[in-house]
């Protein structure tokens, strides 16, 4: 597994820094929806989730948390702790966040709108539905 990052170009002039995000540009896909999780407590892990089929950007608009990605096979760790790259996470891919800072702001955009039977929210089945789709190829 390799890790998509994003890198996004740093608009602005002397008055501060600026990003645009445009779908199918920036954003590899047409967004469907946006949201973001701040105000994390201490010691919270969050997502614990693959998706089917959703496909997301993720980005670390302030402050830093950490990302683990697993495809079945890998694991990777990243900290997320700039708002100038985004980190593209596939479909039926495991992840986790953890280590929010008190200020950390996490902004996701989707490709679909929020389902809750698009997810595997048990790691077992995830590794099933990853050895059925590896044995299949
Ligand atoms: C993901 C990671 C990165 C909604 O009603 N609509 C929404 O669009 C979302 C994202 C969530 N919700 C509800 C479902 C739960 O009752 O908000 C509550 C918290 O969601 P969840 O426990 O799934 O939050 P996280 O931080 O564990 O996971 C979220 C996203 O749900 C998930 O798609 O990939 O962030």
Redesign the pocket.
């Known amino acids: 597994m390799k890790i998509e990052y994003i890198e996004f170009n740093v608009l602005g002039d002397n008055r501060g820094s600026l990003i645009a995000l445009e779908e199918e540009n920036e954003v590899p896909f047409q967004i469907k929806?946006v949201?973001y999780?701040f105000d994390t407590q201490v010691n919270v892990k969050?997502?614990?989730?693959a998706?089917k089929e959703?496909e997301?950007l993720?980005i670390c608009i302030n402050g830093s948390c950490k990302l683990s990605l697993d495809d079945g096979q890998t694991k990777l760790e990243i900290l997320l702790d700039t708002p100038s790259k985004g980190i593209r996470?596939r479909k039926m891919i495991w992840?986790e966040?953890y280590e929010f800072s008190q200020d950390c702001i996490l902004m996701?955009l989707?490709d679909d709108f929020?389902s809750e039977s698009d997810?595997i929210r048990n790691y077992l089945e995830f590794q099933k539905a990853y050895e059925m789709k590896r044995d299949s190829n």
């Open positions: 929806r949201y999780i969050r997502g614990l989730h998706h959703l997301q993720m996470i992840h966040m996701v989707a929020y997810y």
